[in-house]
């Protein structure tokens, strides 16, 4: 079968395309011929070779969230999910490939009317902007800004939160055509990466925040007393090392600062919560972005994108 594995760390060049023998599933597992194969930000930190410490090797192969058809289970799987579409985790590795293995646990069958592009663009994603605003505990009519917003997660988070009564639902973005896009699903206020605009609401409830890197405080500032804070990416890199120190000048405000991985939400909830979205989704009530589906031996130019941050929405391959 034809697979995409991390040659050489580095630039997208490094990126290539091999021929592998058929993955076979292990107890517990299934095999999956690919539809769509999201491509994810942290496939792109894993090509680069940032990961290497955590066991990420040249020779790797990507992707972590797929969508297709169930053609073999392994010991202990009942053979009724053959023929099922599905998504699927693949445990950061495993994708990029016209054939892959997934967990049981780890499936969910698609349900009619919901596209693969469309399930790996939300997958993933959609549970993060989900559990997110839930450790904010956010309320309808609070005002709300989600940094980082043209990306997937914060494209599901801002159209929860609008559909949640949210009071404002402001997004950081770099450019007006973006901001254009953000208002058409649900944006009220469209600011640049700063937190500046026209109209920018002050003192805000909830940040949801997927960039993080030195402005961080500065966004912090933008919470009115008894704000919550919650960052659930790093896109921009790590936070001032002074960050600690900015969030105790604030004691007197009482904020809440934490953070979210999906990791840590039991997956039968991770699990409702996403079936809830893809049902959303399918119905039209949910709206997901493609920016581009492009042919699976186009991963390096899929992954030029998303270095030249281009990307709005989800990239996504195709076998
Ligand atoms: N918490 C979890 O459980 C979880 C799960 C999966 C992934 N993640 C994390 O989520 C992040 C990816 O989320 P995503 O796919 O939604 O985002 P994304 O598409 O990678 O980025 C979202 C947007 O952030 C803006 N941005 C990029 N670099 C920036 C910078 N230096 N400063 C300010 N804005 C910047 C860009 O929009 P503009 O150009 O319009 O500003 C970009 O489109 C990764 O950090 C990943 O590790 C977290």
Do not use: C
Not at 1 to 29: C, S, T, W
Not at 260 to 279: I, Y
Not at 281 to 309: I, S, Y
Request: no cysteine; charged share 20%.
């Amino acid at each position: 079968m034809k697979a995409v594995v991390i040659r050489k760390f580095g630039d997208p060049a490094g990126l290539e395309v091999r021929d592998l023998p058929e993955p076979v599933p292990a107890p517990g597992q299934v095999r999956i011929t690919t539809e769509a194969i999201g491509v994810g930000g942290v496939d792109a930190v894993i090509r680069r070779g940032a990961l290497a410490a955590y066991g990420f090797r040249e020779g790797h192969l990507l992707g972590s969230e797929v969508a297709g058809l169930v053609t073999a289970v392994g010991d202990g799987v009942d053979g009724s999910w053959v023929g099922r579409r599905v998504w699927a985790f693949t445990g950061l590795s495993g994708g990029y490939a016209e054939q892959t293995v997934a967990a049981v646990g780890d499936l969910l069958p698609l349900p009619d009317g919901l596209t693969g592009a469309d399930a790996v663009t939300l997958g993933g994603s959609g549970v993060v902007a989900h559990f997110a605003l839930e450790r904010a505990r956010f309320a309808p009519g609070e005002k709300v800004l989600l940094r980082g917003a043209a990306g997937s997660i914060g494209i599901t988070a801002l159209q929860l939160a609008a559909r949640g009564g949210a009071g404002a639902v402001a997004v950081t973005t770099s450019s007006a055509e973006r901001g254009t896009r953000l208002r058409e699903l649900g944006a009220t206020h469209v600011l640049d990466r700063s937190g500046d605009g026209p109209d920018a609401p002050v003192g805000f409830d909830v940040v949801i925040d997927v960039v993080a890197g030195p402005q961080l405080p500065l966004f912090l500032d933008k919470l009115k007393p008894n704000g919550r804070y919650v960052a659930v990416g790093v896109v921009g890199g790590q936070p001032p090392a002074d960050f600690g120190t900015h969030l105790m000048d604030a004691f007197r405000r009482s904020l809440s600062f934490s953070t979210l991985s999906t990791d840590t939400v039991p997956a039968p909830e991770r699990q409702a919560v996403r079936s809830s979205q893809f049902k959303a989704a399918a119905r039209g009530d949910l709206r997901t972005v493609v920016h581009a589906t492009l042919p699976l031996d186009q991963a390096e130019a899929a992954h030029r994108k998303m270095d030249a941050g281009t990307v709005f929405g989800r990239i996504v391959l195709t076998p």
